[in-house]
């Protein structure tokens, strides 16, 4: 009986000293840190290796574009606001002369949840004219939005905040203005939270993306469906020549011009300054994006699981598109911006269109769209709408 116990004690003994060890091990393993000092998941380089983009063109699987162009906007159009298209009853509110042209602060229908105002410039003479629908930045600035863009008037806050933005960024000139003074139509839009639509403050970001996905919606998908119903709205007008319309944008508004050229048939080239990479080069530690806040902008629930950022501005191809990014921009990584650049160029390539993709890095220009960019720019769209 003595000699059973002390068998038993010893096969204890072991089981224990092999718990021990094995506990031992297993602790080892646990993950101590979940999240990074950027915010990332500290297993965030797995997550990335887990995006493949199936659906991209440059991915060999899809052999007939017009198929391709088909099934990659569906799958776009999938995270966007399913809405009844509604009668923009447009009402000029308050006109300008501005010399050449005039400019009119307009009412109208946006969707059938708000009838908000634009901006609109209209060149004097004989039209239908070529057009631009600008697309304004984000900046942290919600104070402004389409002033932006086009110079504001009978509001002096406005008026001194919109110089100033313009001084920071644009050459102390309006993008809307200088095109009209070149003949285009311009037509300029408040996104949710800016100007006539806001004002949030930065902080506030968060919680308004979370409500909107709460409410069945998203920040960013609400922001693409206004942007081509904005696109809508500018060639309803019989003064718009409806085969001569670009959209325009600086950073935020770049995204939102490559974006709206790749979902509406109605925008016919595009200029995108300041706003392109892959998604994975810009998940980067120390990179802007990582904040969170302004990226709810751009964040198309599920979309990134099948085509990256360059895959659905290639949508738009083979529109004329343009593309500018400063090689000292901190927010776009330029081993990012030129690897994106790389995959659209194989997309309008395929297409025996690389003639209309424009692609270029200004040396010694950070985050802005100076008088120099604008001016070559602007002669690029006009050799485009010749």
Known sequence: MRKTYHI??????????????????YAADVQKTGVTKDHLPVFYEDLKAKLTYPMSWNSGKYKNFAEWKKIGRAQVMSALPKEKAVDFAPQILETEDRGSYTAEKIAFNLTAESRVIGLMLVPKGQGPFPAALLLHDHGAKFDIGKEKMI???NNEAQETSAANWAAKYFSGRFVGDELAKRGYVVLAVDALG???RGIIAYPDQQALASNMMNLGSSLGGLMAYEDMRAADFLVSSAIVNKEKVAAIGFSMGAYRAWQVAALS????????VCWMGTNKGLMVPGNNQLKGQSAFTMLLPG??????YPDIASLAAPKPMLFYEGDHDKLFPLDAVQEAYRDMKQVWHSQKADKKLTTQIWPGLGHVFVEEEQEAAFSWLDEQFK
């Open 303 to 308: 979309v990134v699981n099948f085509l990256d």
């Open 8 to 25: 038993l004690g010893f096969l204890l003994l072991i089981v224990g000293f092999c718990s021990i060890n094995w506990s031992s091990a």
């Open 151 to 153: 110079r504001p008037w």
């Open 194 to 196: 800016w100007s006539d």
């Open 265 to 272: 048939d109605k925008i016919k080239a595009g200029i995108a």
